[in-house]
């Protein structure tokens, strides 16, 4: 078995060593490589195996696994696929892939002139979803204007809705989309509390415009 097990014959090959192969990004991927090693050696000690055992296993001299785990050996999917296997982990356990974070939003809610919002969105910019809740109150519309499109799902009670001309109530299960040029305000009918879902672009973030002075 003399192949591919490396004799320690090709340490001085230009990008065999973990710190060498400057480039773009070079310090990102090298910051990562420095890593394997160190975690080669945990995951091996974890299973109980020597250095002669895994090299019996994988193929691969024991030599360039002990340089491997130093980190004096560069490490390569060649010599990272047989030693995942022969420990039985993925790839991904080896290199150190970040975890996936947990999907939940656990939103907090930001009272904004009496209306309780819940950001259903973590990013910042791009879309952005809410759970909106406005209490009961009958208030004078105020129509705004800003940049993008909005998009409105009533989920219990019933939402006034005012776009330009037209002065609609939405109901539970209805739905509203527009475009926020035009001069538009929604709240409550003064009935009851209404609870609806509110989805806009980066736009929509910006300061609202006052679409006429009041008194006009």
Known sequence: MSDDRDDGRDDGRKGDRADGGAGAGGEGVDAVLAEVGPRLRRIRKERGATLAELSEATGVSVSTLSRLESGLRRPSLELLLPIARAHEVALDELVGAPAVRDPRVRAQPIVRYGRTHWPLTRQPGGLQAFKVLEPR????????????????????????????????????????????????????????????????????????????????
């Open 137 to 216: 109150r009958r208030l004078d519309p105020d129509p705004r204007v800003h940049e993008g499109y909005e998009w409105l799902y009533v989920l219990s009670g019933r939402l006034r809705l005012v776009l330009g001309e037209h002065d609609v109530v939405l109901s539970a299960g209805e739905a509203a989309e527009f475009d926020t040029r035009v001069p538009h305000w929604f709240g409550s009918t003064g009935e009851g509390p209404v609870e609806f879902l509110s989805l806009f672009g980066p736009q929509g973030e910006r300061m609202h415009v006052r679409a006429r002075a009041k008194g006009a």
